[in-house]
């Protein structure tokens, strides 16, 4: 657990967190981000941790987080056909039905699929689900590596789809700090269209991956804890895996990834260099970092921004002692002329 955080941070139901972190071995807990060098099954007093030992040393917090708890249907999910192929590129169908879907942004608003790729180059990453260790690694990589205000002077966007709740992105994008948009599809009907499938297969260890079972179960509760995360609401499908495409302007797309195993996310270089981008080389001709929101963040740092305004105009008024100087409709106009020029 970070040292900044306090109580004061945990929202109701975080003390599960905090509980868990608190009988979790010493080994298995490290820093967001930091890297480990343990096994993907770690070992305690000679025994294999595996999530049902983990659950039950921490049954309040598993509770809590259903995502984290698999049904045996799951836990027996066959390996991907041999057949599969994870390049493929989706058909026009596939597409335009896909563009179609709903998916959910942080405020809870539904918009269509291809609504977030219909005018610009985007970079769309599937991820398993909210609680994913593996994914967290995976995102904690885009933001080491990856500058949006470079993405955005190339005129290319990246967006993050999850499958769970809505209600968790506000916090899941705390974690990373992250500046790109989040949305879920918590049908997975999205996922289904443009051909990615279900797994609980490990496959050989990535890059990104910094975490083994134990110790990234040990983040999860972590992070969780740190930023307030509602562990209470679905977090996603643990078998269900994900994926990365290029996609737009338009109904196309020029790139696609789909994962075959639980840690198979294409390093996050390659994939930006699919895009059109060398993300070393333009990295190099940054030298001042361009700060980029979503445009949900964006109408809520306007609307911050009009009401600091109104209220230096009202100072202003009180100061003068003229009544006439500012009123409330009389300072909305002020500015929007101000905001005009």
Known sequence: MSDSVSSSDYISGDTHSEQCLSTLPATMV??????????SMMEENGKNLSLDTLADACPSFFRSCPSLTL????????????????????????LKRAAELPVISESGKKAPFGSIWKKHKTIVIFIRHFMCPLCQDYLYSISRSICAGVLR???????????????????????FQTPFAVYTDPTQQVYNVLGMIRSLEKGPRAAYVRHGTASGIGMIVANAAKVGMPIWKKGGDTSQ?????????????????????????????????????????????????????????????????????????????????DTRYCDGESCQLLYDSYEGS
Not at 30 to 39: D, L, M
Not at 278 to 288: C, E, I, P
Request: net charge positive; proline share 7%.
């Open 30 to 39: 490290s820093r967001p981000g930091s890297r480990t060098s343990e096994p």
């Open 71 to 94: 049904s045996s249907e799951q836990r027996s999910t066959p390996a991907p056909s041999p057949t599969f192929d994870g390049y493929l590129l989706p058909t026009a169908k596939q």
């Open 153 to 175: 002077t190339q005129g290319v966007d990246l967006v993050i789809v999850s499958n769970g709740d809505y209600e968790m992105i506000k916090s899941f994008r705390r974690i």
């Open 241 to 321: 895996l994900g994926g990365e495409f290029v996609l737009g302007p338009g109904l196309q797309c020029c790139f696609a990834h789909r994962m075959r195993y639980t840690r198979d996310h294409l390093p996050i270089l390659k994939l930006v260099k699919e895009a059109g981008i060398d993300m070393t080389a333009k990295l190099k001709l940054q030298k001042v970092s361009i700060h980029v929101m979503t445009p949900e963040d964006e109408e809520d740092w306007m609307v911050e921004r009009k009401m600091e305004f109104n209220a230096m105009m009202e100072r202003k008024r009180k100061r003068r002692g």
